[in-house]
């Protein structure tokens, strides 16, 4: 990775009293469910690193500053470099025993650490005294108890370098810590998601997506980022509210909205009631509505021969054609647009690598399938996330693709493609 806008100081990012406790309460299962405890440790640790984010990401567009660029050209940020330390930490000590794949490692940390010790700076003026702060607001942990070593040690334990699991399946959590950082760099006019999952046997079994910028009423979002707009300037001047999915096996998918408030006080994390996720009741391919990966155009894909789309809003454009939703940034967004009814069908190609990362869809592949959708390959096999015997850390999806819908219009696409 290489440093493209990190100042040789960072006082925005100083430590705050910290954050007490946010108190989550799963309605929606009954008893003495399997994994209940997981699950609520799942919503728990993603609410605070929701409100992590919201803070960070204040902060970031107040002074330039904590961003880096890593080796195949995407950010990263001091909230993604904290969300993994943070939900690290937090589940190290609830559930020492099970393992954890997630997306970034501390190597450009240390790299930043070292420059400063070279260049006669204080560390309190690194990247990672800024992570460290921004964690120990945010964690459960007595603030301290944290340094630099344990929080490196925390963001490693997702790491490559650091997970290795046995060749038969096993359980392991996964984290995407920030998916669509893009989207997080573009303030409150893009969607970013916070996706954890819990793996059993090759199969996520338990999913939590916190979505800050997720708006119940979001009728705004697909036209404003049409036009390109951002609310770098303005981000504040938004109610500070969010939306959590919650899915479990067996139990359906669940979504809340959420207090964002980065005010430090006790809070039970609530604004409303946990509500049913169900996609929609599309059946006909002319009405549904497509997301498909960002920088991609209808025209790249396969199908656009068979299925000419639009990207106008149903009553502007062509009615008879399937419309595009300018959904940005990164899949999981995507995957919460399916399980809430706000999309039909999102389609991935996978062209130049036949992998993806498994960070990017484990999660939304449980609250998908909870919400009554399917998720397959493009010819039509079954998602199996522990294909990557050593690692855990790639699919290889069958046929190229990955095929996302409501189900209903699941076959259809596939005997297209």
């Not at 006909?284 to 960002?294: F, K």
């Amino acid at each position: 990775m290489k440093s493209i806008c990190l100042p040789s100081s960072l006082p925005c990012f100083t430590r705050a009293p910290r954050i007490h406790r946010i108190r989550s309460e799963l309605s929606f299962l009954a008893g003495n469910v399997n994994y209940r405890r997981e699950l609520e440790a799942a919503v728990d640790v993603v609410h605070k690193a929701c409100r992590l984010c919201v803070k960070v990401q204040t902060q970031l567009f107040q002074k330039d500053g904590g961003i880096l660029e890593k080796s195949d050209h995407t950010p990263v940020t001091v909230a993604d470099f904290g969300v993994q330390a943070l939900v690290s930490m937090e589940l190290a000590r609830l559930f020492p025993s099970i393992p954890l794949v997630a997306e970034e490692d501390s190597s450009q940390l240390l790299l930043d650490l070292e420059t400063s010790h070279q260049n006669g700076n204080n560390a309190s003026n690194s990247l990672v005294e800024a992570v460290t702060n921004a964690v120990a607001n945010s964690s459960s942990l007595q603030p301290d108890l944290l340094n630099y070593d344990e929080l490196l040690k925390a963001i490693d334990r997702g790491g490559k370098e650091t997970t290795s699991l046995e060749e038969e399946p096993a359980t392991y959590w996964v984290l995407d810590p920030i998916d669509g950082t893009r989207g997080f760099l573009r303030g409150r006019m893009a969607l970013y998601v916070v996706g954890l999952a819990l793996v059993v046997e090759g199969r996520p079994i338990l999913g939590v997506m916190g979505c800050p910028n997720w708006d119940t009423d979001s009728t705004y979002l697909p036209e404003n980022l049409a036009r390109g707009m951002t609310n770098k300037n303005e981000i504040s001047d938004f109610p500070r509210t969010g939306a959590i999915m919650a899915a479990c096996y067996g139990y359906g998918t669940w979504m809340k909205r959420i207090s964002l408030n980065t005010v430090n006080v006790d809070v039970d994390g609530s604004c409303d009631d946990w509500i049913s996720c169900s996609v929609d009741k599309c059946n006909s391919l002319q009405e549904a509505r497509i997301c498909i990966a960002d920088r991609v155009t209808w025209e790249l894909l396969p199908l656009s021969n068979a299925l000419p789309a639009t990207s106008a809003p149903k009553g502007f454009g062509e009615r008879w054609k399937p419309t595009i939703i300018p959904t940005c940034c990164g899949s999981l967004c995507k995957y919460f647009m399916v399980a809430t009814g706000r999309a039909s069908v999102f389609l991935l190609q996978v062209k130049i690598q036949p992998s993806v990362k498994v960070w990017d869809h484990a999660v939304g592949m449980i609250c998908v399938s909870e919400a009554g959708g399917e998720v397959t390959g493009w010819d039509g096999s079954e998602m199996f996330l522990a294909s990557d015997d050593v690692g855990r850390r790639s699919i290889t999806p069958g046929g190229g693709g990955i095929l996302v819908t409501n189900g209903t219009l699941h076959n259809q696409l596939l005997d297209m493609i």
